[in-house]
């Protein structure tokens, strides 16, 4: 008898048992199963066939193979099998997490070989087609950009250097593209997959936000008019979600783009990997299975044996790291490819000034001379709200969230106090709650503060705030988009989500406002996050003829961080901050791993833990570092108390090792019900 083992979406790291109901089929391993389970039926994936079972046969229930998918290759199960292990999670986790939601449930798409998911007709606005080098559109008015068909210009001889590179790659290879903002990045990964399509491959991009990928898909579908593009994220249609995956695994796509959840389509011809911002937190999965896309992409890469291609203007200095020690292949594009020059990098010392509001006088005048010249400036703050907190000054009461560790921020425009960490909302308050007082203070400044400042000083202007609040959905996001590539504003005011792949023809001036805090942050990775972020938003500025400006306001002009911003020393920066990070034993010199809990209370969080961490030490591991438990730095979230414990070593196979042995204990533990907890590795917050 055969005996299936299929991975089921159940909380346990373990396959289930079950007969095979009916006529033998041939291939049985990747098809999609329907068994009985507990009281329900569930779907799940065959991963193995056996012989035998551990069960006995009458005890056995039948499983019933789902008609017409196709079975899930070998090399896909493969990969879910390695996040299983490498993130500790339990396969049957995996394998669902990694199917679209339609065929989670056994679905087919109705129609499953219509055009997996039409590349949507973006607005020629949002579409920056290659275009004539320094052709600068005219002002204002949307048909000067409704230009030519792509253009194909040459390479120039860094891309032309890093296109060989790639393209005569033998085999699994990891290469860094390390080119700045503009310097034609996107240009070798698209002749890179040029040359992918042409032996018949096909290619994968991650790109690690929604909002980026209408404006990729318009580019790459421009410049491949005949190949079968499909996209893969979170805003795109079950239906179309599932036609894409399908097209994918049978071949018929020829380039899939999406997310980081696109690393786990399956691709059979797949022979190139490029995963655009590398460096960006969203390829980390928060919650669930935990993975890194990047790092899972790379495993892929050297599962199938190809080149990747892991591009940014800041790598990760994890990634910068690989370079230098010759495990990655670095590739530089060290100059912009059409604009003149690199930005004009400057701090304002606010210690010497009074500031208007959070506004130096250099940076007013910067604007007002924007203005003049009929360009744009875009002030970055990255903080939402009107203020981050609001005060009663005589009796000291401020705005907490009652569910959280943390503070209501203000938002003004709609008169509403705000938790952004677990939404709850109220109605400011006309007066104290504790004493009544009717003067209660804002503190500190977000974008609507900011807005409001610069409304009162350049009245006539056209002011855009580009934030989670203003641009709520996709639709206000393009229209804001639309609005300023069409030259309908003369100042804006954003937070990071405008700090990435958008390319503003008219914008020569970025203010920087409000970013000291993140120099002194408890956080490791601040610093390498806020240079990244600076480098970008500055990125923006001067991208096309018109030379650009970054004025970065700090009280601390001499910051290594500033200084490295200024010289646009990228490698400088990364190097300093990588010898601390040695010094101080963290990663990319260590590996490290979170076990983390949350209880009503923090005691039962800390107790866990505990209790964790006797079983770690029972184990008597070598080479593994555990840290106290402690709470967390968020210690509350929605009336939950959380606390984590950190594992480190400097040997992955150590740490990988211990952990499974530990893994298997704390899963046996007898758990209090209203306690959680999970398994964070290679952890990127803390
Ligand atoms: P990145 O991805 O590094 O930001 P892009 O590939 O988007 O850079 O290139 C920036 C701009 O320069 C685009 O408008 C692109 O069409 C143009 N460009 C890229 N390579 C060349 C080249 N070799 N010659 C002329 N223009 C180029
Ligand atoms: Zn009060
Ligand atoms: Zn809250």
Same mark, same amino acid.
């Given at each position: 008898?055969? =005996? *299936? ?42 991963? !193995? ?5 551990? @069960? ?36 049957? !986790? ?49 048909? %000067? ?52 399509? &042409?032996?018949?491959?096909?290619? *994968? ?8 990928? #209408? ?26 979600? &599932? ?41 980390? @999965? ?26 940014? &203007? ?42 208007? /509001? ?20 875009? =002030?970055?703050? +990255? ?64 974008? @609507? ?13 056209? =002011? ?5 609040? $203003? ?17 309908? &504003? ?41 240079? $990244?972020?600076?480098? @970008? ?7 096309? %003829? ?30 300093? !901050?990588?010898?601390?990070? /040695? ?16 209880? #009503? ?37 929605? +009336? ?16 990988? $090792? ?13 758990? #209090? ?14």
């Amino acid at each position: 008898m055969k =005996i *299936l083992q299929i991975a089921l979406d159940v909380p346990l790291p373990r396959l289930f048992d079950y007969r095979l109901a009916g006529e033998p089929a041939d291939s049985l391993v990747g098809r999609l199963a329907r068994v009985p389970f507990g009281p329900g039926v569930k779907i799940g994936v065959v991963v !193995q066939v056996a012989d035998t079972s551990d @069960q006995p046969a009458d005890k056995l229930k039948s499983a019933e193979l789902v008609a017409d998918l196709p079975a899930l290759p070998a090399d896909w199960l493969e990969l879910c099998g390695f996040c299983a292990r490498y993130y500790h999670f339990p396969v049957g !986790q995996v394998t669902t997490f990694a199917l679209p939601p339609l065929l989670r449930r056994g679905k087919k798409p109705r129609n499953p070989k219509a055009k997996a998911s039409a590349v949507p007709p973006a607005p020629t606005l949002l579409a920056p087609l290659a275009r004539n080098p320094g052709s600068l559109p005219p002002t204002g008015g949307a048909s %000067a950009w409704d230009g030519p068909a792509p253009t194909f210009h040459s390479a120039t001889p860094d891309q032309a250097a890093a296109i060989k590179a790639i393209t005569q790659a033998s085999g699994f290879q990891t290469f860094l593209l390390h080119g700045v903002t503009g310097s034609g990045k996107t240009e070798v990964y698209l002749r890179a997959i040029e040359s992918v399509l &042409a032996l018949g491959g096909q290619a *994968l991009m991650l790109v690690p936000e929604i909002a980026l990928t #209408p404006q990729l898909e318009s580019r790459v579908s421009a410049r491949f008019p005949g190949a079968q593009i499909v996209s893969a994220h979170s805003g795109v249609a079950d239906a179309a979600r &599932a036609r894409a995956f399908l097209a994918a695994q049978e071949g018929r796509a020829d380039i899939v783009l999406g997310t980081r959840l696109s690393v786990f389509m399956p691709m059979p011809r797949l022979q190139l990997i490029v995963v655009d911002e590398e460096h960006d937190a969203s390829f980390k @999965q928060q919650e669930g299975l935990r993975y890194s896309a990047r790092d899972v992409a790379i495993f892929r890469a050297k599962q199938r044996d190809i080149p990747i291609v892991l591009g940014s &203007a800041t790598p990760s200095f994890e990634s910068f790291y690989h370079a230098g020690s010759g495990r990655y292949r670095r590739l530089d594009l060290p100059l912009r490819a059409v604009a003149l020059a690199m930005p004009r990098v400057a701090t304002v010392d606010t210690r010497k000034q009074k500031l208007q /509001d959070g506004l130096s006088a250099e940076l007013i005048a910067a604007i007002s001379e924007r203005l003049r010249r009929g360009e744009q400036s875009l =002030i970055f703050l +990255n903080r939402r709200g009107y203020a981050p907190v609001l005060a009663c000054p005589s009796c000291g009461w401020i705005s907490h969230c009652r569910r959280c560790a943390a503070n209501l921020v203000l938002h003004l425009a709609d008169r509403r106090l705000r938790c952004h960490h677990c939404g709850l909302e109220v109605a400011v308050p006309h007066a104290c709650p504790d004493c009544g007082n009717l003067d209660l203070q804002p503190f500190g400044r977000g974008t @609507q503060r900011l807005e409001a400042k610069l409304v009162e000083l350049f009245p006539s202007a056209r =002011i855009l705030r580009i934030d989670r609040d $203003s641009a709520d959905s996709p639709k206000k996001w393009h229209a804001l988009l639309a609005a300023i590539h069409a030259g309908e &504003a003369d100042i804006l005011i954003g937070t990071q989500m405008l700090a990435k792949g958008h390319d503003f023809p008219l914008l020569t001036l970025v203010g920087v406002v409000g970013a000291d805090a993140a120099l002194f942050a408890a956080d490791f990775r601040a610093p390498e996050r806020l240079f $990244s972020q600076l480098m @970008q938003v500055g990125g923006r500025s001067g991208r096309a %003829a018109l030379p650009g400006e970054v004025l970065i306001q700090t009280e601390y002009p001499d910051h290594p961080l500033y200084r490295a911003l200024i010289e646009h020393d990228y490698s400088a920066f990364a190097q300093e !901050q990588l010898a601390e990070r /040695d010094a101080a034993g963290f990663p990319p010199f260590a590996f490290q791993a979170l076990l983390r809990a949350e209880a #009503p209370e923090l005691a039962g969080a800390l107790a866990f833990l505990a209790t964790a961490v006797e079983a770690a030490e029972a184990l008597a591991a070598p080479d593994i570092s555990l840290y106290d438990p402690v709470p967390m730095r968020l210690a509350r979230l929605k +009336n939950r108390e959380r606390a984590q414990l950190l594992v480190e070593s400097r040997s992955r196979p150590a740490l990988q $090792s211990f952990l499974a042995d530990w893994m298997t204990q704390l899963y046996t533990l007898k758990m #209090p019900r209203d306690l959680r907890w999970h398994l964070d590795v290679d952890p990127l917050e803390f």
